[in-house]
T-cell receptor, first 116, second 111 residues
Framework: EAGVVQSPRYKIIEKKQPVAFWCNPISGHNTLYWYLQNLGQGPELLIRYENEEAVDDSQLPKDRFSAERLKGVDSTLKIQPAELGDSAVYLCASSYGRQASTDTQYFGPGTRLTVL | QKEVEQDPGPLSVPEGAIVSLNCTYS??????FMWYRQYSRKGPELLMYTYSSGNKEDGRFTAQVDKSSKYISLFIRDSQPSDSATYLC???????????FGSGTRLLVRP
């Protein structure tokens, strides 16, 4: 079974440019997460989807970040405009259910963003 | 104060050594404790899962939770070079939708 797929794997952009990341979760997984992982840190939740509904976006910087999960499958995370401090790894994860405590989250390999 | 604290390492041990990795947490409401392993340029993968206090063993890995001291540990016996990775602890509460991760400990097992 294919795991969580993310693309691109690496992205280098100039500051103030837009950038988008794509995630395809494991088939049948209803819950999708976007995490931010800074160097030497653990993942931090940006947004969580249950099907196509964003049920927790409290940590998403909405002035420049946006996300969508049309049809409740693939998801896109966008940054516009990017800032130097956005350089990090953006991880996508999915799980069958919505309980963080009991539903295993499966992570993709991440997109490593460098903003120059 | 962070909700979950973890020594960043790096921790360097010879092959075959017993490794002890640890985290502390601040909120006594946390009931679920996980260890994720993250290889370089990869996403984290679930290694061990424990509910409440006690020990759980899986092959060379043992996860231990002491809720009285808010301390969680992962022990690796007979460590192998393939165990070289970053180990992240994560916690969650009852009916919680959120995982809270520690900052990770880098482990290097030398052949």
């Amino acid at each position: 079974e294919a795991g969580v797929v993310q693309s691109p794997r690496y992205k280098i952009i100039e500051k103030k440019q837009p950038v988008a990341f794509w995630c395809n979760p494991i088939s049948g997984h209803n819950t999708l997460y976007w995490y931010l992982q800074n160097l030497g840190q653990g993942p931090e939740l940006l947004i969580r989807y249950e099907n196509e509904e964003a049920v927790d976006d409290s940590q998403l910087p909405k002035d420049r970040f946006s996300a969508e999960r049309l049809k409740g499958v693939d998801s896109t995370l966008k940054i516009q405009p990017a800032e130097l401090g956005d350089s990090a790894v953006y991880l996508c994860a999915s799980s069958y259910g919505r309980q963080a405590s009991t539903d295993t989250q499966y992570f993709g390999p991440g997109t490593r963003l460098t903003v120059l | 104060q962070k909700e979950v604290e973890q020594d960043p390492g790096p921790l360097s041990v010879p092959e075959g050594a017993i490794v002890s990795l640890n985290c502390t947490y601040s909120n006594s409401a946390f009931q679920y404790f996980m260890w994720y392993r993250q290889y370089s340029r990869k996403g984290p993968e679930l290694l061990m899962y424990t509910y409440s206090s006690g020990n759980k063993e899986d092959g060379r890995f043992t996860a231990q939770v002491d809720k009285s001291s808010k301390y969680i540990s992962l022990f690796i016996r007979d460590s192998q070079p393939s165990d070289s990775a970053t180990y992240l602890c994560a916690v969650s509460g009852d009916s919680s939708y959120k995982l809270i991760f520690g900052s990770g400990t880098r482990l290097l097992v030398r052949p």
